[in-house]
């Protein structure tokens, strides 16, 4: 399994390539600001081919860039429904006074051309990866998590990104967007977050998993389900809900 990953933009927002091995279809996760040429870099080096984009969630900082790298590679868009208008009014999820900052350039925003919408506890076939979504409100009402079995690759393939734990003890790995964070978790004070919802995303789909998923987060640095149960402030009295199967 390769799985690439990079900050993007000026909120360094990291965005990831997952793929079975090189040579083979991939799937790009948060394809945010300034994404595409380190994007065609990556794929160029492992000789991938992108069919599909997924989205945790609709904040700008992770889906900049969605609409050119679906374009150049005629890739499908995955999003939840309840963030799907962000696609095309982005800062419809961001204070006001932040869009004459951000939009300097003068970009304009669309939905890719094919926009297919996730569903919670279903599964998605795509490049040769079973990808478990977990609709995980908070942040926004459209935040989801993606989790995939973790399958050791080649060696080369393996240093695309160091995990923090040895290869052969990792089940499954998380992108858990901007719900959780190495040692904190996501923002509730922007349009469309609930700070209740969070607690409870976090209580029944984050604390019932196996400590030794890796966490691959929408900002920061990689970590695991069992460091941030130990660890993290932000989960402390939480009690775990039903456990999330996948």
Request: aromatic share 6%; net charge negative.
């Amino acid at each position: 399994m390769l799985v690439a990953g990079f900050p993007t933009g000026v909120f360094a927002a990291n965005c990831y390539i997952v793929a079975s091995a090189s040579g083979e279809e991939c799937v790009v996760i948060d394809p945010g600001q300034d994404a595409a040429p380190a994007i065609a870099d990556v794929v160029r080096e492992y000789r991938l081919k992108p069919v599909a984009v997924l989205l945790t969630h609709g904040h700008l900082d992770h889906m900049w860039s969605v609409r050119p790298v679906c374009g150049s590679h005629d890739a499908v868009c995955w999003i939840h429904p309840a963030d799907r208008r962000l696609l095309s009014d982005p800062f419809a999820g961001l204070p006001p006074e932040w869009a004459g900052a951000l939009l300097g350039g003068g970009e304009r925003f669309a939905e890719p051309d094919d926009v297919r919408e996730l569903t919670d506890g279903t599964t998605l076939e795509l490049a040769g990866l079973t990808f478990r979504v977990d609709h995980t409100p908070g942040h926004t009402s459209g935040s989801v998590t993606f989790r995939t079995p973790y399958e050791p690759g080649s060696a080369r393939e393996r240093s695309a990104l160091a995990w923090s734990a040895p290869v052969e003890d990792v089940p499954e790995v998380m992108f858990s967007g901007d719900l959780l964070f190495a040692g904190s978790i996501g923002r509730t004070d922007l349009p469309g977050g609930d700070h209740a919802a969070m607690l409870a995303s976090l209580a029944e789909k984050v604390l019932p998993l196996d400590d030794r998923i890796v966490v691959l987060p929408g900002h920061g640095d990689q970590t695991t389900i069992g460091r941030e149960r130990h660890t993290n402030p932000f989960l402390k009295g939480l009690v775990p809900g039903p456990a999330s199967s996948g």
